[in-house]
């Protein structure tokens, strides 16, 4: 299949890019997490309920365990009431993923004083440290990122990679939405947790592919790595990409450290071959710096007519971050009906689309947030879009459409009756292919899925549920907002409301 031709189908005829007759063999289901069958470094269970450090000192083992567990860590043990599949419960992070497979691993160039300066994979399920590869990698890293960041005064950087076969063996091409979308989620969920610190985190979605795997010793087929995240105390320089270095190759990069391959187990016997992921991903890579590139944010406005609702100034929450991490869940069937009021509203759409790290300013400017709002006090019931500029509504088309959202559904768990605000982010999925190839689909979803995660945290500080969800037809839902004839299109749909959890039981999983 043509890469456009797959991509276009994966974003609006999901259904006919995955066999009919496909079977999840859960038999033989992957972990939601590597392990490396190599020794491990315990990181502390005792997380702090505030993370907040006042110290200049570069960051203890312990911090960084931390700063890994709030990101991507076992957080909550939830039993049901009901089995799902046949096992009575399931382990959550404080992250959501699609079918909650966690597609994402987390490795790190750590350079602290307390264990040897070197890569490191985060063991999800032992919270616990992996030394792959020890040493000082600040300048193959800098060549790796094309000299865009000053690597040397960086205590660390994170590598978000993606396993391709953890939720290929459920969902089959329709995995390579979700990657794009969980790496986005969990980089949102990172961006966040080095704020509350504070540490300096700036996200990198360009750099020589291979080389980095090759540093982590990945195979860029099976797993690969999607964004890297230099972290410092002090905020980072960073250097333009079209000042025009020397390029540099990942071949180059890669004949010059020896290869490393550590066994590791992820309990899957069989791993079926997964062709179109494989194609449209290697064709995504960047094998050169010359193949960098500005990804120019060019905003398409959605039509809309003139009227519109300046919204009141938004409301600060009293809830720590960490009951605001605890408490977000997407809510499925509890959903309960009710409504939101105009200062809830605007907090959490200004909150979202409002960025204080400076290298975001103009990252997010080709993206939308939009909705269905059904419950709002004093807002008619409607189609709008928000504008983060005059911080006010734009009304697309006034009406009661919850009968047309829920009819879009491809499974009706959720009852869009009961939430009051009905949200999708928008965009053009393959903004700047022009220039970056089929590497522009991987970034639109990953910064989709940072705008998710922050828009959940925020419905959360506020009491109330958000469930992201890619199971409704994006091609009708794209009608009542307009979208005909523009290459926009609904990237993802989250309703928020108020909910009351039945038939679940959690339980925390820290000491
Ligand atoms: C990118 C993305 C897509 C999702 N799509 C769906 C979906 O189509 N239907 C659904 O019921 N849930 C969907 N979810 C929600 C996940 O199933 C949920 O996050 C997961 O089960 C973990 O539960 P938690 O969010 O309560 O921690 C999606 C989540 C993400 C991040």
Same mark, same amino acid.
């Given at each position: 299949m043509h890469l456009h031709t797959f991509l276009s189908h994966l974003q609006h005829h999901p259904e006919t890019i995955r066999p009919s007759d496909w079977e999840v063999n859960w038999n033989d289901a992957p972990l939601p997490f590597k392990q490396y069958i190599l020794p491990k470094i315990a990181l502390s269970m005792e997380i702090p309920l505030d993370l907040k450090r006042e110290s200049?000192?570069?960051?203890?083992?312990?911090e960084i365990g931390y700063f890994l567990w709030y990101i991507y860590g076992l957080t909550k043990i939830i039993h049901t009431s009901y089995p799902i599949k046949e096992e009575q419960y399931t382990l959550?992070?404080?992250?959501?993923?699609?079918?909650?497979?966690y597609p994402n691993e987390l490795y790190l160039y750590l350079k602290t004083k307390d264990i040897p300066n070197g890569i490191y994979h985060y063991d999800v399920s032992h919270h616990a440290l992996v030394l792959l590869r020890e040493g000082n990698f600040d300048s193959f890293l800098?060549?790796?990122?094309?000299?865009?960041?000053?690597? &040397?005064? =960086?205590f660390a950087t994170v590598f978000v990679s993606v396993f391709f076969w953890k939720n290929f063996f459920k969902y089959h091409n329709f995995s390579y939405r979700l990657q794009g979308l969980d790496s986005g989620v969990l980089l949102g969920q990172l961006l966040e947790v080095a704020k509350q610190i504070p540490y300096q985190a700036t996200i990198y979605d360009q750099f020589l592919d291979e080389a980095i795997n090759h540093l982590l010793g990945l195979s860029t087929n099976q797993e690969s790595t999607y964004a890297v995240i230099p972290l410092s105390l002090t905020p980072q320089k960073t250097h333009h990409l079209s000042i025009k270095q020397e390029h540099i190759t990942s071949h180059e990069l890669c004949v010059s450290l020896p290869k490393i391959k550590h066994p590791y187990q992820m309990n899957s016997k069989k791993i079926l071959p997964y062709p179109e992921v494989e194609k449209i991903h290697l064709s995504s890579i960047q094998t050169t710096t010359e193949n960098f590139c500005d990804s120019k &944010?060019? =905003?398409s406005p959605i039509l809309h007519r003139n009227k519109c609702i300046t919204l009141p100034p938004n409301q600060t929450s009293s809830l720590s971050f960490y009951t605001i991490c605890q408490n977000r869940t997407s809510p499925g069937q509890d959903f309960r009906f009710g409504s939101i009021s105009q200062p809830q509203l605007a907090t959490l759409l200004q909150k979202t689309m409002e960025h204080d790290l400076h290298h975001l300013e103009h990252y997010f400017?080709?993206?939308?947030?939009?909705?269905?709002?059904?419950?709002v006090d004093e807002v008619p019931k409607g189609m709008y879009t928000y504008d983060v500029q005059t911080h006010s509504l734009h009304l697309i088309q006034e009406g009661n459409f919850h009968v047309h959202l829920q009819q879009c559904l491809?499974?009706?768990?959720?009852?869009?009756?009961?939430?009051?605000?009905?949200?999708?982010?928008?965009?053009?999925?393959i903004a700047n292919q022009e220039t970056l190839?089929?590497?522009?689909?991987?970034?639109?979803q990953m910064k989709t899925g940072i705008l998710v995660q922050r828009l959940l945290l925020i419905a959360s500080s506020l009491g109330f549920g958000g469930h992201p969800l890619l199971g409704y037809d994006a091609k009708s839902v794209d009608q009542l907002y307009q979208l005909d004839g523009t290459k926009q299109t609904s990237l993802i749909q989250i309703p928020i409301g108020p909910f009351q959890r039945y038939g679940q039981y959690e339980g925390s999983l820290h000491a």
């Amino acid at each position: 299949m043509h890469l456009h031709t797959f991509l276009s189908h994966l974003q609006h005829h999901p259904e006919t890019i995955r066999p009919s007759d496909w079977e999840v063999n859960w038999n033989d289901a992957p972990l939601p997490f590597k392990q490396y069958i190599l020794p491990k470094i315990a990181l502390s269970m005792e997380i702090p309920l505030d993370l907040k450090r006042e110290s200049s000192h570069i960051p203890t083992i312990d911090e960084i365990g931390y700063f890994l567990w709030y990101i991507y860590g076992l957080t909550k043990i939830i039993h049901t009431s009901y089995p799902i599949k046949e096992e009575q419960y399931t382990l959550r992070r404080f992250v959501p993923s699609g079918g909650a497979l966690y597609p994402n691993e987390l490795y790190l160039y750590l350079k602290t004083k307390d264990i040897p300066n070197g890569i490191y994979h985060y063991d999800v399920s032992h919270h616990a440290l992996v030394l792959l590869r020890e040493g000082n990698f600040d300048s193959f890293l800098a060549e790796a990122l094309g000299y865009q960041c000053d690597i &040397s005064p =960086c205590f660390a950087t994170v590598f978000v990679s993606v396993f391709f076969w953890k939720n290929f063996f459920k969902y089959h091409n329709f995995s390579y939405r979700l990657q794009g979308l969980d790496s986005g989620v969990l980089l949102g969920q990172l961006l966040e947790v080095a704020k509350q610190i504070p540490y300096q985190a700036t996200i990198y979605d360009q750099f020589l592919d291979e080389a980095i795997n090759h540093l982590l010793g990945l195979s860029t087929n099976q797993e690969s790595t999607y964004a890297v995240i230099p972290l410092s105390l002090t905020p980072q320089k960073t250097h333009h990409l079209s000042i025009k270095q020397e390029h540099i190759t990942s071949h180059e990069l890669c004949v010059s450290l020896p290869k490393i391959k550590h066994p590791y187990q992820m309990n899957s016997k069989k791993i079926l071959p997964y062709p179109e992921v494989e194609k449209i991903h290697l064709s995504s890579i960047q094998t050169t710096t010359e193949n960098f590139c500005d990804s120019k &944010s060019i =905003c398409s406005p959605i039509l809309h007519r003139n009227k519109c609702i300046t919204l009141p100034p938004n409301q600060t929450s009293s809830l720590s971050f960490y009951t605001i991490c605890q408490n977000r869940t997407s809510p499925g069937q509890d959903f309960r009906f009710g409504s939101i009021s105009q200062p809830q509203l605007a907090t959490l759409l200004q909150k979202t689309m409002e960025h204080d790290l400076h290298h975001l300013e103009h990252y997010f400017s080709d993206l939308k947030l939009a909705g269905y709002l059904h419950q709002v006090d004093e807002v008619p019931k409607g189609m709008y879009t928000y504008d983060v500029q005059t911080h006010s509504l734009h009304l697309i088309q006034e009406g009661n459409f919850h009968v047309h959202l829920q009819q879009c559904l491809t499974d009706a768990h959720i009852n869009l009756f009961q939430t009051p605000i009905c949200l999708h982010i928008i965009g053009d999925p393959i903004a700047n292919q022009e220039t970056l190839g089929p590497r522009s689909y991987r970034m639109q979803q990953m910064k989709t899925g940072i705008l998710v995660q922050r828009l959940l945290l925020i419905a959360s500080s506020l009491g109330f549920g958000g469930h992201p969800l890619l199971g409704y037809d994006a091609k009708s839902v794209d009608q009542l907002y307009q979208l005909d004839g523009t290459k926009q299109t609904s990237l993802i749909q989250i309703p928020i409301g108020p909910f009351q959890r039945y038939g679940q039981y959690e339980g925390s999983l820290h000491a």
